[in-house]
């Protein structure tokens, strides 16, 4: 460790401000030293990795170091943030996730080969970390075969087994345009397909409980359904609600306001001609993106499961919100989701924060029988 490294590393708990440190930073990249910046990276993880989580400073300064690596294209800096990455926190699935991600987008799919050849350590990269980077990769559009190395790797046999290998290689017709973040050094920006929406409300008419309507809901639809925004639970301030019912008689996209008002959702839960009620029709398109973002990009207080997993997340919830055979390729998913009718819903009633991460979705299986909804919440 140079001399300039064990001076950072020491006295970076006591400043009051790391902008210097990230100066310096980026000046060794400029000068073409991305080494240095990875040895640095590599130091502070040696020095503060169990304590991490209490030291802004580290945080702060670590995050800098890899976005500097990851954002700046070419291989010295592919081969140097997977260093990085590998040497900081080997097994940590987060943060493989979030490297992934900012790899995808910040290089090409010929420089990101390098993760995928064999024989460098300086540039090894774990399992979890090529898996997703391939399917960072897919959302991006790129195909396999632009990098022979990941190619070859991705069609391998020997991964079968991970979560993500039930994903194809390619986007299906209804993950048009995903919503993916745009990184820069400084942070990071993207859309949010979901919250309230203005417009004309709908009243939703006799809210008196249906008999012809029985819920069917099981701990295992609950958990599957909301998969893409569990997150919004498990790390910020949000609130779920699902369900799955069978009706005596089709449904009609006119009754369905009606139909939600009656189930007794804790969502829906005071609904009146006070309080505004919104339903519209949505393409299964509109569905994916929405969960997609949820997952991907999390909620108010987290930054969701990242690009590969916000993926899988996604067709986990359609799966289960259209009623789809289990275990079942993703294709035949996708055709059970395309014959589903979608509507998205919002309600100004306590349950919704109305900040800006709301998400209200119906799925009606072919036939008009079964229906299934997923609400969700979060606030700052």
Partial sequence: MSDRIQKIVTRLPDLKSVTQVWDMAERRLDQGDAVFVADLGIALADRYGSSAAQVWQYRSVFDRLLRLLTTSAGQEHVEQALRLVAAASPGNRKLARYAASLLADGQTAKDLGLAFAGGSSRAAASEELRACLVQELVLR???????????????????????????????SVIEEAPPLPSYSVGGSSHSMPYGPQDGPGV????????????????????????????????ESNGRIEAGTYESAEPVETEILPRLLAALGLECLSGLGPRKRFALSTCRPEDAWRMLFAAASTGGAYNNGVYGAYGRLATWRSLTALSGASTPAPVGDVERTVQECDWYGFEAATTWFERVAWDIGLVSVAPGGRRFAVLAATDTD
Avoid: K
């Avoid at 195909?143 to 986007?171: K, Y």
């Fill in 203 to 234: 009243v939703p008419g006799s809210v008196t409980p249906s008999p012809h309507v029985t819920e069917t809901t099981t701990e295992e639809f609950s958990e599957a359904a909301a998969a893409a925004v569990a997150n919004w639970v498990e």
């Fill in 141 to 171: 559009g790129v195909a396999m075969a632009d990098s022979p190395a990941i190619e070859v790797w991705a069609t391998s046999p020997h991964w079968r087994h991970h979560p993500l290998a039930w994903l194809p290689l390619e986007l």
